[in-house]
């Protein structure tokens, strides 16, 4: 695997379901986000993690919750979601001291019943 | 707040056409991106422009970045089909210290024949 990796490609949850998505990066980077990408809407930065530490909360509902066990990794855990939190759901990864030039994986186009 | 503001939004040009994409920004910052989106895809990292007056150029797409004027344009020339994608630029007004990026709505681009 190269760059950076999204599990699933694709998932449809309930709004009483618990889901994960999965993000992997093998870059080597130390920093790790999460992105909402809606339709009509600019991309909106969710979170941000710097060497496994949380440095961003960009005011995200708590039914979203990060998880970021080592710098290779990162997860974002769902549950009792809403309609509206139907989207495509980006990570990044990019290098401290680098000039935070963003890496990203091909989303998870999460639909939300 | 930061806003980060590109025109056009859409846009429809013929092969072999030059043109313009704007991105202006409204906080001082040195530090801007531009990515390309292909439908159904991530993002691809296009250029960072890094200093007022910096200039980068990549086949027919060449980016430039006036700080003063707190805008970066993306020029197109003698477009071809293959550039037909989303365009987008981004804005770290943190100096490189927090990851933080700010993103444009995007410009959609259709290249036609």
């Known amino acids: 695997e190269t760059g950076v990796t999204q599990t699933p490609r694709h998932l449809v949850m309930g709004m009483t379901n618990k889901k994960s998505l999965k993000c992997e990066q093998h870059?080597?980077?130390?920093?790790m986000y999460w992105y909402k990408q809606s339709a009509k809407k600019p991309l909106e930065l969710m979170f941000v993690?710097?060497?496994?530490?949380?440095?961003e909360n960009n005011s995200v509902p708590s039914r979203f919750s990060p998880e970021c066990p080592n710098s290779s990794h990162l997860f974002l855990h769902l549950h009792t979601l809403q309609p509206e939190d139907s989207a495509l759901y980006l990570c990044?990864?990019?290098?401290?001291?680098?000039?935070?030039?963003?890496?990203f994986g091909p989303g998870t186009r999460l639909t939300v019943l | 707040e930061l806003k980060v503001e590109q025109n056009p939004l859409f846009l429809s040009m013929q092969e072999g056409k030059n043109y313009t994409i704007y991105c202006n920004y409204s906080?001082?910052?040195?530090?801007l991106y531009w990515y390309r989106q292909d439908p159904g895809k991530s993002l691809e990292s296009l250029f960072v422009?890094?200093?007022?007056?910096a200039v980068k150029q990549e086949g027919r797409l060449m980016a430039s970045l006036d700080t003063k004027a707190r805008l970066s344009t993306l020029h197109i020339t003698a477009a071809v089909h293959d550039l037909s994608a989303t365009y987008f630029c981004?804005?770290?007004?943190?100096?490189?210290?927090?990851?933080?990026?700010?993103f444009g709505k995007g410009t959609l681009l259709t290249v036609n024949p």
């Open positions: 870059l080597g980077h130390n920093a």
């Open positions: 422009l890094l200093s007022n007056g």
């Open positions: 993690y710097n060497f496994k530490e949380q440095t």
């Open positions: 906080t001082t910052s040195d530090r």
């Open positions: 990044a990864s990019s290098q401290t001291g680098s000039y935070n030039e963003q890496f």
């Open positions: 981004a804005v770290d007004i943190s100096g490189g210290s927090n990851y933080k990026l700010t």
